[in-house]
C-alpha cells in the first residue's frame, strides 16, 4: 500500500519594474491568476506533454 505523500512549491513573485502602475488599480493576486501563470509557463517550458 502506497503512503500518502505531501508535495509543496515554493515560488517568489516578480513584479515588473518598467510597468506603469496607477495607485488607483492594486496588484491582485488570485487563485485564478496564479495558476493560471503556473500553467502558462509549464507550456511555454515543458510543452504539452509537460502540461499534462
Known amino acids: ?3 500518502f505523500k505531501n ?3 515554493v515560488m517568489e ?3 515588473d519594474p518598467n510597468k506603469e502602475f ?11 491568476n496564479l495558476s493560471k501563470a503556473i500553467k502558462d509557463n509549464i507550456l511555454t517550458n515543458f ?5 499534462a
Do not use: K
Open 47 to 51: 510543452g504539452e506533454c509537460g502540461l
Open 22 to 32: 496607477s495607485v488607483d488599480e492594486p496588484i491582485i493576486i488570485t487563485q485564478f
Open 13 to 15: 513573485v516578480f513584479v
Open 7 to 9: 508535495r509543496y512549491m
Open 1 to 3: 500500500m502506497v503512503g
